[in-house]
């Protein structure tokens, strides 16, 4: 079985040397454990933050340790009674060919009718992220004027769905260039798109929200969080989601220049890990899949072939070269 291993923490922007693949022998299952093979896995933004050595909410990678991550993958030998060869699981032992896994850590997902892929991506936790921030932490309401950054991603788009359910009136999206944003008007649902590479956000986001914004999903950070602040109307709702703009900075990066405008607008930011949140999965799964059977959404996804082009999807990643999510496909299952 290959791994993906980190051999050294990257300085700036990661490159192919700070990776390197690992030929194991799968380890037998101990009592209660599943061999699993892995069809298809994520690739998360969040893995940039992890290359470094300094704790966050999942604990960095190990140098000469397999990456890991969500992985969508076949049960072949099972030693717990609550699972079978040939059942479909979620887990977060990605980045290889074959995990061996506590069943307990496994979700057995359904895959009638929608993809086993769909439970990485909208039926998984970019949706499930898109759905909590816009309805729990910046919660919409109907009538209001909705601006998600990142908005051609896995997050993104499903938040312009998401934000639509829920009543919004106007949705405005950005992302880097003229091809994702012309898709994000198009493809993906979003009423106007801003595309960030063009020049300065502000006034762009002034240009397509007049009357201001009421709700901000951030999953950059930086000039365009500070761009939001200036546009939210008073009472307006931020959910921090993220801040990709600033994944391969080296030092810390200096906040909005505009934060007393939280005070005098009367704002509210709330940070959220969907990893917190896993008992509104079952939920949420429930909606989104009512969407995708009805045939009333059908967001796009990226996907690279072969675990040896992994690297390749996360540095991909990285410089925005996925539209909806980035997945890999290890087999056709
Ligand atoms: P995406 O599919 O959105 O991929 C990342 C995207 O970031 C790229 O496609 C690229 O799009 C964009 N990007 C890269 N560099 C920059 C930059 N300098 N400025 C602006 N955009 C940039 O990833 P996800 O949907 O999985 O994640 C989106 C955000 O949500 C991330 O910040 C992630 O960490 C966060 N997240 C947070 C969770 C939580 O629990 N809080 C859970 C899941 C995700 P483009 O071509 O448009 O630049």
């Known amino acids: 079985s290959r791994e993906v291993h980190l051999v050294s923490r990257p300085v700036g922007v990661p490159s192919p040397a700070d990776f390197t693949i ?17 069809d298809w896995m994520s690739v998360d933004p969040s893995m940039r933050a992890r290359m470094r050595d ?11 340790a397999p990456l890991d991550g969500a992985a969508i993958g076949t049960v072949v030998e099972s030693r717990s009674p609550g699972l079978r060869a040939g059942d479909v699981v979620w887990h977060h032992s990605g980045w290889r060919d074959f995990a061996v896994v506590r069943a307990e850590d496994t979700h057995r997902v359904d895959t009638a009718g929608v993809r086993g ?11 499930l992220t898109a759905y909590l921030a816009l309805s729990e932490f910046a919660p919409v309401r109907p009538g209001d004027v909705v601006f998600v950054s990142a908005a051609a991603g896995a997050v993104g788009v499903v938040a312009a769905r998401v934000a639509r359910h829920l ?11 003229p091809e994702k944003a012309r898709r994000l008007v198009e493809r ?12 300065p956000v502000g006034p762009a986001l002034r240009a397509a929200a007049p009357d201001g ?10 000039d365009q969080l500070e761009a939001a602040l200036d546009a939210l109307r008073t009472g307006g ?10 994944a391969n900075a080296e030092e810390p990066v200096p906040g909005p220049a505009n934060l007393a405008l939280i005070t005098r607008k009367r704002l509210s930011l709330r940070g959220f890990i969907v990893l917190d949140h896993l008992d509104r999965w079952p939920g949420w799964i429930a909606l989104a899949r009512g969407w995708l059977q009805d045939g009333s959404f059908d967001p796009p996804t990226t996907v690279v072939d072969g675990l040896e082009n992994a690297v390749g999807a996360l540095l991909g990643l990285l410089s925005g070269a996925n539209v909806g999510k980035m997945l890999v496909r290890l087999n056709q299952a």
């Open 22 to 38: 690992v030929e194991r022998a799968v380890p037998a299952p101990e009592p209660g454990e599943v061999v699993v093979r892995n």
């Open 54 to 64: 300094v704790p966050s909410y999942l604990p960095p990678f190990a140098l000469g």
């Open 117 to 127: 892929s769909d439970y990485l991506g909208v039926l998984g936790m970019p949706g």
């Open 167 to 177: 009543g919004a009136a106007t949705v405005i999206g950005s992302a880097g260039g």
């Open 188 to 199: 993906l649902g979003y009423d106007r798109a801003i595309d960030y590479k063009a020049g």
């Open 213 to 222: 914004i009421d709700v901000y999903l951030d999953n950059v950070g930086g």
């Open 237 to 246: 709702r931020v959910a921090v989601c993220g801040s990709v703009s600033q």
